[in-house]
Each structure stands twice: as C-alpha cells, then as structure tokens.
C-alpha cells in the first residue's frame, strides 16, 4: 500500500469536511443557503440521536466504517479532531525540534471508561446534556458560533463600513457571558492538550472516542507493527499524535489510534502496515501467524460490550420513556418549532447551536436557568431583539439531531411555541388613552384584533388564544414599559393553533372615487 | 405575473425611457406651454405604471418635481414579508415606473428603502421591491441599524420635538412617498403620514406617547415629499396593515397623487369608504396635520383631476 497517497488523501479530506461542518455556523453562508448543514448529520452523535428520525442510514454507515478501517471518523469527519491535528501542525512551528517529539503515552483507562459509562448510562436515562457537553461536534459548533461567528461578524461589519452601500451592517447578536466561555475555555483546554499531547483529548474525554476506540479493537484493518522488518528507530512513536505505540512491547494500542496514517508513511522500513487481522476464538497464540495480527475475544468482548451500551441507548430511545431524573423546569423557555415539548427537547439538543446560528433574525440565543438546571446552555427563544418569522422554519431545517424536527412551512404556521398572556392593565391605550395597535399591526395569525374600548374613539386588542402561535411578535413590539401588555409564555408541549379564518369579502364594484 | 415577464417588461420599460429621454432631445420641447397644474389627481381602472404615467402627466409632469441631477429617495411601504398580492406592501410596479420617471427627468440616482417591520432581507425580497429597483436602475439603501438614522429637531412638533430620520432622506434632493392604501388596527388607516413610520428610528415611542399625535408631528419635519403617491391597485379593506391571507385584499385599481399629504390621505380614505365605512374624522393623525398647517381635508378648495382608465 502507498501510504504517502493514503495520508495525503485522509488529510485533504478531513480539511474539507472540516471547512463543510464550519459552513453552516456562519451567518453570511446561512443567509444564502442551508445547503451545508445537512453536512452536519453526517455526525455520530446527530446521526445516533436522530436514529429513528432518518439518521440510522448515516449511523449504521459509521458504525460499518469502524468496523472495517478503525476510528478513521476521528480523523477526517470529527471537526473538532481534525482542529486538534490543525493546532498540532501549528504548534510544531513554534517548538523546537526535539519539542516536537511525541512520545508513547499510557492510555488513562480509568478516566476515560468511566466518562464514557456515565454520559451513556444518563443518556439512556434521558439525559442528553452531559453528552452534548462532550460530544466533539457539538462543541465544534458552540466554538464555531460563539468563536468563529463572532470574529466573522466583526469582519462583516468592517466590511460595511467599507462599503456602506453594498454590505449591510449586522446590528446584534445575543452575548451571553456563560455561553461564550464554556465554548472559549473548552477551546483553550483542547488547544493546550494537543499543541503538547495530541489527541490527548480524544483518547482521553471524548466519549465518542472512547466508544468507537472499543469498537475499532476488533476492526478488520488495524496498524501491525512487523517486528522482522522494525529496527525500533522511534520514527512512528515520534509522529504518532495518539501516543498509542509502544515499541517496547511491539503493540499499537487500536483503541487509541485514529487511523491518521502518520506512522505507516513516515516508516522507512515499512514495518508499520495497515493489515486486514485474522479473528481468534481462543486466547492462545496456537495459529501461525503473529500474536498482533489476532484479534483475541477478551478485545471482543469489549467491542460487544460498547455495542450493546450503544444498541441499549438506541432501545432506550425508542421507547420514549419518561426521564427519571429531572430538574423541575419553571416553564419560562420558549422552544423553537419543531422541538415538540421542553422535555423531548432536553433528551435531544446537544447544544450545537446550529439553529442558534441559522436564525435569520438572530432570536434563539443559549440559555441559562430558562429550562432549570438540566437545560443549561440549550438553545432559547427571546423575543427581545425580533420575534420569529411567520414564514420561515430555518431552525427546523438546520437542526442535525432532529431535537427541532422539520416541519413543513404550513405546520409550523400553526405550531403554538408558546402563548400570549394579555395584561390589559399594562396596554398603552389603557393607561394612557391613546391609540396604539403595535401587537395587532404585527400578529400574524390576528389572535389579536382591535375592539372599540369602552365609550371612547379608541381601540384596544382583544386575543384570541386559540390562534396564537406564539411568534412573540406582539411582545416584541408592546411599548408598554416596564412591564409590556403582551407576554409570550412558554408551554411545556407545543400546541396547535386553529387555522385563522380566510374572512371572505362581498364583491364590491366600485365606479366612482369617492369624493 | 412572473419574475422573469416581469425583469422582461421593467427591461423594455427602461429601454423605452431611454429612447424617450433622446426623442426629448432631438425635437423641439413643444409640451411645456400647456403642462397640466392641479393639487390633486385620482386615477383609476388601469395597470399601476399606466396609472402612474396619466396621473404625473396631470400634475405637470416628474421634471416639475425631480431636476436634473437631483439625488432623490422613493419611499415605498416594504413593512412585511409578504409577496405583492397579500397587497402589504407598495406595489412594485409602481415603484419600478416612479424610479424610471425620476432616472429619465435626470435624477443622479434613485434611492428606496423602508425601516421593516419583519425581518428586512426577506422583506425586500419577497416584497418584489428590492428586484423592481435594481430592474429599474434605482440603489436600495438600508435601514435595519439605528446607525443609519440620524437626529433632527421638529420645532412645530406637538409631542414629538426630536426624531430620527433615515440618512438618506437627509442627504437627498427631493423624495416622493409612495405609500399604499390599508386599514391599521392603531390609527385606522395607514397611507402617506403613516407611511413616515418607515422613515424614524424609534417606532416603539410613538407607540407609547400618542401614536397619531407623533405621526402629525413628524409629517412637520422640513423636507416634504415632493409627490404624495398612494397606491390603491390593492387595497387591504380587514386586518391590516399586515393582512392574513389574500381575501383581506380587494382589487380597487387606483391611485391618488398630491403634493398636499393631508389632500392626499383625505382623498384615499373618501374612496376608502365606499368599499368599507370610514370617516376621514376617525383618522386621528389626518386631523391633527391639518391643523399643524400641513394641508387640508377639504378638497373642494383644490384643483382636482379625475381620470378614469378604460
């Protein structure tokens, strides 16, 4: 095998999935199309919460790929992986030439396993958010929206300063302390270990590494260390970013490597080769051929053991349970359309904001107590600086994990998020005697219309529950201050408002003006 | 009618202006000596730029109001995400035909923008304007960021005695105000002065101190629109301004222009009535602009055309 080629190949491919997954987070591209978010599904945590929703294909495939080849997704589709060779490569610039070394490291099995059996032990038990905490992509997108989009908005608006004619200068976004340093520290610590120890990370943290790591112990390709042809010159041990060869004992820890391919082109003995393994049911080494090239059943059982954690999560999914655990969420957090209930929500969001950054009028911002505690950092809409299109639902289509499912344009004109509590106390035309009509100017839907108030000249809204939907348009615009008329309140279940009354017209044929 | 008929027709019609604007030079001005003078010209049963084309030659022609190397601003109503016939926004026909009359009288260049209420990029869009303007050779200016706007001071202002006003408004020439005719749940009927909505920055304090008081204030702001142009091919009867679907809409085919704002919105709401009830009394804001002195509701002192299409 050409290895030079393979390595080649594995690298221009990951540095264009890498730019395809930033795609959709920036909001110049998402304005012009959601072409590049259906990249995101391509994911393994997206495609494995989305199983029963049309990710399973994407799934299953991924699965099938680390079967055969090993944890070769950590190297070119995981955004966050293909970041950490990024910072890797960079960080050789600035070391001297025995700093770049690598060196064999022990796996921290311990940490690593226990991570792993308790984000997937909450998140058979519902519980997603610890998951989307740790799962790489997901702070991909957090880093690429609160990181990369902010230095992108800058840049926009320099540009519009430029060209003040042709480039439109981007009034807000929502800034949320809390929201940016969890991505800007996560990003920092991940830069730390892996300008110093590579896929530390990966190998360590990640549970998606850790789980495809059991899995890729009985792949069918696997890195074999020939020991007839190794002069143990280190030359792999050096450039091995996973720290998993140990030439002591002549073994490359599977679990470990990431299938990069580093250490089989940089071999000028080519004693590191990339064989299909023969499998063995005894644990003896009775066969022929070398103890490396057999994948024994102790490795099986661990793979078998991630798998079934994996099919019970899938299992767990399908069944829709109630979530045992739960904080009591105080209902102030507006799920966007398609989320279907805050708690169907909460199993399902990950927090990737890729809704957050689709948003054409910039409303779903994180959140921080709106869902309790176990919502923390979920995407939450706020109607503070615009309300939610009548005649969009980007968010729906942009969301990998189908936590927003799609939904038509039709369904989700009718999908009540939340609802309108009318305070007439607090309305303008009731405090002050004057015209008003801002909520009825904007209702989509006419849940709220204007009636004669009391004996005077004036007009007051009148809302009509069952056609709220819940846009937040009103109280976007209620100039009742401090406390507006029209508050939009959250529902634990989305509804579904009645279809507004097309009112027909009596035909009239006019011939004259009027005056 | 369909995107590409349309760019079509908005390309011959500019092709027809250019040849129009030479045949101007090649022959003798022979039209000057008997150019039409009224206050205030309503048409009906045409197209919009056919309408538009009758109505302008009534007022004395667009070179009465747009000079040579005028910098002018074309305020049209792109309020909503709504497409041309939901009849929310100012029909982009019209809007194509003013910018093409403004471009061949020898504006320097055109300039139209509205302060949205849904979110802009899908206004402009879907409300047909933002392509009939680049059709049309005209500049689409924005208006979504306060930075756009700036502070101006209204010394015969009632309530409202500071606002801000787009920029572009400021650094123009002359604007026209195209406005279109609907209902509005607030003051009743949303036409030119309400239409000054989308020209201010802070709508919500309007909201909040008087809604009609503020309008009539800020309609005293110095720079007057030149033309007062309201388009009633559509005219939303219910529901407005925004309108739900397209039975709020009814096909009146008409339009009215003024130089007068309070003749103009007077004149619109009398043809108003006959499709539903509404008396120009109930439209608070026309009232009180009249008597700030900014025109008058009687327009039997006024030198009125009718002209009826067809």
């Known amino acids: 095998m050409n290895y030079k080629i ?11 999935f890498i730019v395809l997954i930033t795609l959709p987070f920036i909001f110049f591209i998402n304005r012009e199309t959601t072409f590049f978010s259906y990249f995101l599904k391509l994911q393994f ?50 070391k001297s030439k025995k700093r770049r070394r690598f060196k064999y490291g022990r796996p921290w099995n311990i940490l690593r396993y226990t991570i792993l059996a308790v984000t997937v032990f909450l998140f058979i038990g519902g519980i997603s958010l610890p998951l989307g905490y740790l799962d790489p992509y997901s702070n991909w997108g957090r880093i690429s929206t609160e990181i990369i989009g902010r230095v ?24 949320l302390l809390g929201a940016f340093l969890f991505p800007f520290l996560f990003a920092l610590l991940v830069v730390i270990l892996s300008a110093f120890r590579g896929r530390l990370y990966c190998n360590t943290v990640c549970p998606v590494g850790s789980l495809l790591g059991l899995i890729s112990k009985i792949s069918f390709f696997q890195p074999v260390i020939n020991k007839t042809k190794c002069n143990k010159c ?61 994948i024994f059943s102790n490795d099986r059982r661990k793979a078998l053991i991630a798998m079934g954690a994996l099919g019970t999560a899938i299992v767990a999914k399908s069944m829709e349970h109630e979530t045992p655990v739960k904080t009591k969420s105080k209902t102030t957090g507006i799920t966007p359309p398609g989320a279907v209930s805050i708690e169907r929500f909460k199993k399902n969001c990950t927090a990737c904001y890729a809704c957050v950054s689709a948003c054409p009028s910039n409303i779903i911002k994180p959140a921080y107590t709106e ?16 309300y939610c299109s009548y005649d969009c639902k980007v968010c729906t289509e942009v969301c990998p994990n189908d936590a927003l499912l799609p939904l038509t344009l039709k369904d989700k004109q009718l999908t009540q998020i939340g609802q309108v509590r009318y305070t007439p106390k607090n309305c303008i035309v009731y405090t002050d005697g004057v015209d008003c009509g801002a909520c009825d100017e904007h209702c989509p839907t006419k849940a709220i219309t204007m009636i004669p108030f009391k004996n005077s000249s004036l007009y007051i809204p009148k809302v009509n529950y069952d056609l709220c939907i819940g846009c937040g348009a009103c109280e976007h615009v209620c100039p009742a201050r401090p406390d507006k008329a029209m508050v939009i309140h959250a529902l634990e279940k989305h509804g579904i408002a009645l279809l507004p009354e097309k009112e027909q017209q009596k035909k009239i044929d006019i011939d004259d003006f009027g005056f | ?63 009465r109001y747009v000079k ?68 049309a050779g005209g500049n689409i200016a924005f208006a979504h960021d306060e930075k756009y706007y700036k502070s101006v001071s209204l010394p015969k ?19 026209i105000n195209v406005p279109i005719l609907k209902t509005h749940g607030g003051t009743r009927m949303t036409i030119s002065m309400k239409n000054y909505m989308g020209i201010i920055w802070d709508r919500i304090f309007w909201h909040a101190n008087d809604l009609n008081q503020c309008i009539a204030d800020c309609v005293t702001y110095g720079k007057k629109p030149v033309l007062n142009i309201i388009d009633a091919y559509r005219v939303m009867t219910q529901n407005g301004p925004r309108g739900k679907s397209v039975e709020d809409v009814r096909i009146a085919k008409a339009l009215f222009i003024s130089t007068d704002i309070v003749a103009a919105d007077t004149a619109a709401v009398r043809f108003f009535n006959q499709f539903k009830e509404m008396r120009v009394e109930e439209v608070g804001h026309i009232l009180i602009a009249e008597r700030l002195g900014e025109g008058t509701t009687n327009l039997d002192n006024l030198r009125v055309k009718r002209i009826k299409i067809g």
């Open chain 1, 6 to 16: 393979i390595k080649q190949t594995r690298v221009t491919v990951a540095l264009f």
């Open chain 1, 45 to 94: 945590i997206p495609s494995l919460i989305a199983v029963f929703t049309g990710g399973a294909f994407i799934f299953l495939l991924l699965l099938l790929i680390t079967l055969l080849f090993g944890r070769i997704y950590c190297s070119v589709l995981c955004p966050l992986g293909i970041f950490q060779d990024i910072v890797a490569r960079v960080s050789n610039l600035f």
């Open chain 1, 152 to 175: 992108e908005h800058l840049c926009h608006n320099i540009f519009a300063l430029i060209l003040p004619n042709a480039i439109s200068y981007r009034s807000y976004t929502y800034f």
């Open chain 1, 234 to 294: 280190q030359l792999c041990v050096i450039n091995c970013k996973s720290q998993c060869i140990d030439l002591e004992k002549g073994v490359v820890d599977v679990s470990r490597c990431v299938t990069c391919f580093n250490c089989m082109q940089v071999c000028n003995k080519g004693a590191m080769e990339y064989k299909f393994l023969v499998r063995s049911k005894r644990t003896g080494t009775s066969s022929e051929l070398p103890k490396e090239q057999i």
């Open chain 1, 371 to 386: 869902y309790g505690l176990d919502g923390l950092l979920l995407p939450v809409l706020n109607f503070s600086n615009h």
């Open chain 2, 1 to 63: 009618m369909k995107r590409r008929q349309f760019i079509k027709s908005a390309f011959l019609g500019a092709l027809t202006g250019a040849l129009e604007l030479k045949a101007g030079n090649l022959f003798a001005k022979s039209g000057e000596t008997n150019v039409e003078d009224n206050d205030l010209v309503a048409v009906m049963g045409g197209e919009p730029a056919q309408m538009y084309k009758r109505a302008i030659e009534a007022m004395g022609g667009i070179k």
């Open chain 2, 68 to 135: 040579t190397g005028n910098k002018v601003v074309v305020k049209p109503n792109i309020g909503w995400d709504k497409r041309p016939e939901f009849g929310a926004n100012t029909n982009p026909e019209l809007v194509s035909a003013i910018i093409k009359d403004c471009l061949a009288a020898g504006a320097s260049e055109v300039v139209v923008f509205d302060y949205t209420c849904d979110e802009w990029r899908s206004c402009y869009k879907n409300s047909g304007i933002e392509d009939a303007v680049k059709a």
């Open chain 2, 157 to 175: 202002g009632t309530r409202l005695k500071e606002v801000k006003i787009h920029e572009a408004i400021i650094n123009c020439d002359v604007w």
